[in-house]
């Protein structure tokens, strides 16, 4: 067998590439919010739809995505994603009327994330057992790169091309590299003769690719408070990535210096996924997804007292710390419970919460302002919403714990 370089890492790499172009299009959305206003007359709740429509559907999709990939194997499924990323930002790219916009952004967009994002982090969880947590957050990390080095890039080139045209620029760049990466995305490591973490023989939950099927793991109440927490926390988890750039704008911080906090997320959140999943492997993924609550909602009250550029700043590079930690955390954790055999499935239906979150949160936090001309009530909303989100967290058992209860089987 040939001992050199991990077939695993390779995979790593292409789930970090999907998620980088993905999400580096979601989060970049601000960049094109005054484009979006200027060119259809539009209020800030209107656009804020646009960013909340793909939201919803790319994280409601994972429940069809998931459970497919583990089928049809992730390769096909995040292809047939990547190719609908570049259709929609091409087809936005012609819109005429804002309606157009929501179809083609907001829909086709929303679609090919939702078929690129949990099937790449799904068939990683099978490459790895005991660095799940490293491995994945290294994939993920992704997302934070993507939301770091996007929103500038995007805004430069709204400011030399027009927003149409950067989005032209994107569909080529999503379509040539996401497709390269899709291929690199190998079902399993048995598929290439090869055992998990990369060793020599089959070690532990690595000797076989064991889990629960996803019917056993949604009659589970682990599964249902996982869910529960995600859910709650997700309705103020996305209003920064649309409204933070204009609520620095609003208290007199200049636009380009503001889109640079959106960046500011990404630095926050690139460090809390390459840092804390291999934190989390060493001292307990299940106690550091707990944290990660904890330290969301801490940050929320910060925003609210916050209008100096120096304290949104500080607030976009924990907000991303502790969100990018958790979306590290969140997959390697659903597969310490429930195993990785129909993980993707699992993974897919547990983000479906996520979706309404997403859907929800930037439009009423988008309308609140219409209505009161001031983003207080929904930053104080969002607050209060993660510190539920806590009390829901901290009544979920140990993986340890749970499986010595006996309530966990293969289903």
Excluded at 29 to 48: L, P, T
Aim: aromatic share 14%; glycine share 12%; proline share 4%.
């Amino acid at each position: 067998m040939d001992r050199g370089l991990f077939f695993g890492w390779f995979v790593v790499g292409a789930t970090f590439t999907i998620l980088t172009l993905a999400f580096g299009v979601a989060y970049s959305f601000a960049s094109f919010f005054d484009g979006f206003e200027a060119d259809f007359q539009a209020s800030r709740g209107d656009v804020s739809l646009i960013f909340s429509i793909a939201g919803f559907l790319y994280f409601s999709l994972g429940a069809i995505s998931g459970p497919l990939s583990d089928r049809l194997g992730a390769r096909p499924v995040v292809a047939f994603g990547v190719v609908l990323i570049a259709i929609g930002l091409l087809a936005s790219s012609f819109a005429q009327n804002l309606w157009q916009v929501y179809l083609s952004y907001g829909v086709a967009v929303g679609v090919g994330i939702g078929f690129s994002y949990v099937p790449s982090v799904g068939v990683l969880q099978r490459w790895f057992v005991r660095r799940r947590g490293f491995a994945t957050g290294l994939a993920v990390a992704g997302i934070g790169v993507g939301t770091l080095v996007a929103p500038p890039i995007c805004s430069a080139l709204v400011e030399i091309l027009g927003w149409r045209q950067t989005f032209q620029v994107l569909a080529g760049a999503v379509l040539l590299l996401g497709l390269v990466a899709a291929w690199m995305l190998s079902p399993n490591p048995a598929a290439r003769g090869l055992y998990p973490d990369g060793d020599a023989t089959p070690v532990g939950e690595g000797a076989s690719l064991s889990g629960m099927s996803l019917r056993a793991a949604l009659s589970s109440g682990p599964f249902w408070l996982l869910f529960s927490a995600s859910s709650i926390v997700s309705l103020g988890l996305f209003v920064p990535f649309v409204h933070l750039v204009k609520f620095s704008v609003d208290h007199g911080h200049d636009v380009s210096w503001s889109i640079l906090l959106i960046s500011l997320i990404g630095v926050g959140s690139m460090s809390g996924r390459l840092t804390l999943g291999g934190l989390a492997d060493r001292f307990g993924r299940h106690r550091a997804v707990v944290a990660m609550f904890l330290g969301m909602a801490l940050v929320q009250v910060w925003w609210y007292f916050s209008t100096s550029f120096w304290a949104l700043a500080v607030y976009a590079v924990f907000f991303g710390l502790f969100y990018g930690g958790y979306v590290a955390l969140a997959p390697a954790l659903a597969a310490d419970y429930f195993g990785a055999r129909n993980v993707g499935g699992i993974i897919g239906v547990q983000y479906s919460g996520t979706a309404v979150g997403n859907l929800v949160g930037p439009v009423v936090a988008g309308f609140t302002f219409d209505i009161t001309q001031a983003y207080e009530l929904p930053i104080a909303l969002s607050a209060s919403t993660a510190f539920l989100a806590v009390a829901v967290i901290l009544m979920l058992p140990t993986p340890e714990r749970w499986r010595q209860t006996g309530r966990r089987s293969d289903g």
